[in-house]
């Protein structure tokens, strides 16, 4: 016998809202799953997982929903909405959104991007946290790094960070020197770009925030951080402006060079 899915809760998020709208109307029109694939040119499979939360819809997906099902703007808008609205499932989707990437730029001004930590710079950090269960936390920052170095040289990395991510003493002396000697040796690998925006280089961009911004086959998506949590960003204009303010702060950074030689600078007070 067939599995029989229950529909998502729709009053958990916008995003379970839209997926269960997506089953709602499919199955008032009487279609199949392969029938709306048809539709919306996606494998059968492709449609259960969108009704399913497990995958997210696209603006050409949802327009031929509603062409096909005369809902007007309906699906349109309601992706609309679910992008902009509050996601309680967001740091799942952006591990999803890393495992799918085929490129990640990073930019932190505080702290070292955390696919970038030793384990030790790693564990000084989730002891300052507030999070009640620490080795649960350590185990998932770490097990989130070794999944992304585990995809070797088919993810390019660009990374900037601010000076001060290096000035800042983080766990001790001891700590520092292997987390400064781990980013040259990143620095010299072939699919990494590490560069660092000196504070000789004055005002930039970056005091705003952190930014991760995830290169997918088909599309880019970014994550822009602040305290508490930070906000997932689907849409494509959005996605543009936060990838013209990397590149800004770019402009201000050193070169890849240059960058080293500021590392290495740093890592001589600890030698």
């Not at 916008?14 to 709602?24: E, P």
């Not at 989130?144 to 660009?158: I, M, N, Q, V």
């Not at 000076?163 to 690998?189: D, F, S, T, Y």
Request: aromatic share 10%; glycine share 8%; net charge negative.
């Amino acid at each position: 016998m067939p599995i029989v899915r229950d529909p998502l809760d729709p009053r958990i998020s916008m995003w379970h809202f839209l997926a269960f709208c997506m089953r709602f109307f499919r199955e008032k029109m009487g279609l199949s799953l392969t029938q709306c694939g048809e539709i919306i040119g996606v494998a059968r499979s492709t449609v259960s997982n969108l009704e399913a939360g497990r995958r997210r819809p696209q603006d050409d997906q949802m327009r031929l929903l509603d062409r096909a099902y005369g809902t007007g703007v309906l699906f349109q808008v309601l992706l609309w909405f679910a992008r902009m609205a509050h996601d309680p499932d967001w740091g799942r989707q952006i591990d999803k959104y890393e495992e799918e990437a085929i490129s990640v730029k990073t930019y932190h001004g505080q702290v070292v991007p955390l696919a970038l930590q030793t384990d030790d710079y790693t564990w000084a950090y989730v002891r300052a946290s507030k999070f009640k269960d620490l080795d649960a936390t350590m185990a998932r920052r770490t097990t989130k790094k070794r999944a992304y170095w585990d995809k070797g040289d088919s993810l390019l990395t660009w990374t900037v960070i601010d000076e001060a991510v290096l000035m800042r003493p983080v766990g001790g002396a001891e700590v520092m020197r292997k987390q400064l000697e781990h980013l040259l040796e990143l620095a010299a690998l072939p699919h990494v770009s590490l560069r660092v925006v000196p504070f000789s280089s004055g005002e930039h961009m970056g005091v705003d925030g952190s930014m991760q911004i995830f290169g997918l086959e088909d599309r880019d998506v970014a994550y822009s951080g602040a305290l508490n949590g930070g906000r997932l960003i689907e849409t494509s204009g959005e996605v543009r402006e936060l990838s013209i303010t990397f590149d800004r702060i770019g402009v201000k950074a050193a070169s890849e060079e240059a960058s080293r030689e500021i590392i290495e600078q740093y890592l001589e007070r600890y030698t």
